[in-house]
């Protein structure tokens, strides 16, 4: 069989959103003519799904669009042609500088206008000049997706809520991701149902502010997260789900209830709360106190007894003092995090903390964030050789370096590692964990019923 298909290669930064974003790229794509291919040499078509989150993100990407023009060269030269485009959120951010600073460009368009593709790559292919589109369109994109099936991932992401109304003075997300909105619940459930019949058992659900969820539903209602994890519980084969990424004060007591009823819905939340110091929490917009923070642990603890919960953490955001990181680190050590994620503040440009006079010098964060890893990595170790002698669940779905050696989550989040285990991949089975590592476990298959035994210890 000749295939004429053309090569899609499209990389992928930053967040599951953006990876939910490629693959959703792709399905648009293929009725035209394009699949993917792992290789930018020799493509029809590269995308840059770029991320706007890290530092100098917009540096980056133009410095690996130089290195693309070269490739996009030697297909003109070898008689060919390949499409240059940049999406994500440094597209939206940047726009029409992409295509001034980077005039072989062809397709610069952002999160929200990738329905339009087939259109936009139609308009590339006619000479005459590149395509900039960074609306925030009226009609939904999701609405304009195809119903590909799922790609038969054992864990796949689902997109159910995207942008933000919050505006944390150090984000850019509201602007470039937009205002707050949620896919309607069917839609939503069409999707995981779909996903679950391709082989599916772990869903996670995503958005910038997932539990601000508020999806129409039938009859003129609107559902909330915690009513939406309770109907994809109910859809055959999925085992598992989890929900990333969330506000403290998006959590409502439905959300805290499905916690606590939801066999379904694992116990890991990834709750950021990015400083423990009242004042500083003001300055980020966050409209939580520390204490509300610790209150919300406790209730979702005694819904969940074994719940872990994640975080992220700024050091050193503007007009942080040492008394403000002695508050962190004393809500690091009030809660108690079985992982987390934790950067020095630096300035996004746009955002209004950016503008701030009272920058922390560098080697001031530098010193904070040392202080506050420690803790936060002697947490994590401290959780996972808790674990030791546990019966854990676990779905294997990477394959590891050694031969055999399969990698999978448990449902705390954690990688655990076992050896020979090729005949399991793909499932999820019972693993008792032999040992806990910075960052990992090791398991061997556990008797049968061993993880029944051990769930009750724990409820
Ligand atoms: S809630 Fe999250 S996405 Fe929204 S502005 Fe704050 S940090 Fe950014």
Not at 116 to 142: H, N, Q
Not at 154 to 166: H, K, P, Y
Request: contains cysteine; glycine residues 10%; charged residues 25%.
């Amino acid at each position: 069989v000749v295939t004429l298909a053309k090569k899609l290669h499209i990389k992928t930064y930053g967040c599951q959103m953006n990876v939910y974003d490629s693959a959703r790229m792709a399905d648009v794509l293929a009725p035209v003519g394009y699949a993917p291919s792992a290789d930018a040499g020799g493509a029809d078509m590269v995308i840059l799904n770029t991320c706007h989150i890290r530092e100098k993100a917009a540096e980056k990407v133009y410095s690996e669009l130089g290195r693309l023009r070269l490739l996009k060269a030697a297909k003109e030269d070898a008689g060919g042609r390949m499409i240059l485009a940049v999406a994500g959120c440094v597209a939206q951010a940047e726009g029409a500088e992409i295509l001034r600073r980077a005039p072989y460009v062809d397709m610069v368009f952002g999160p929200q206008t990738y329905h339009r593709l087939p259109e936009m790559v139609a308009r590339a292919s006619r000479a005459g000049g590149a395509v900039l589109d960074t609306a925030f369109p009226p009609e939904s994109k999701f609405d304009h997706l195809p119903a590909v099936p799922g790609a038969g991932e054992r864990s796949a992401f689902l997109t159910i809520q995207e942008g933000c109304d919050r505006f944390c003075t150090f984000c850019v997300v509201p602007y470039t991701r937009g205002a707050e909105f949620s896919r309607p619940a069917e839609q939503v459930l069409d999707e995981a149902r779909r996903l679950a019949r391709d082989g599916a058992v772990e869903i996670t659900l995503l958005g910038q502010n997932v539990n601000s969820y508020h999806g129409s539903a039938g009859g003129g209602g609107e559902w909330g997260l915690g009513r939406l994890i309770r109907a994809v519980s109910e859809i055959p084969g999925i085992d598992r789900i989890r929900y990333t990424t969330s506000h403290p004060a998006d959590v409502d007591g439905a959300l805290i209830d499905a916690h606590g009823h939801i066999a379904a819905l694992m116990p890991f939340l990834h709750l950021p709360v990015q400083s423990g110091s009242d004042r500083v929490l003001a300055a980020m917009n966050r409209r939580h106190t520390a204490d509300d923070y610790r209150r919300l642990a406790d209730k979702l603890r005694d819904a969940r007894p074994d719940i872990a919960l994640s975080s992220d953490f700024i050091v050193g955001f503007p007009g942080e003092t040492d008394a403000d990181f002695r508050e962190t680190l004393r809500l690091v050590e009030d809660v108690g995090f079985a992982q987390a994620y934790s950067f020095k503040y630096s300035a996004r440009p746009g955002t209004p903390a950016a503008a701030l006079e009272v920058q922390v010098p560098g080697p001031v964060k530098a010193d904070r964030l040392d202080a506050l890893q420690d803790l936060l990595n002697s947490q994590q170790r401290a959780f996972n050789e808790s674990c030791v002698g546990r019966a854990l669940a676990v779905l294997l779905d990477r394959r590891g370096r050694a031969d055999g050696q399969l990698v999978g989550r448990s449902p705390y989040m954690q990688a655990v590692h076992v050896e020979d285990a090729d005949a399991r991949f793909g499932q999820v089975v019972d693993l008792e964990i032999t040992a806990g590592y910075a960052n990992s476990l090791a398991g061997r298959a556990a008797p049968p019923g061993a993880t029944a035994e051990n769930e009750k210890a724990y409820a």
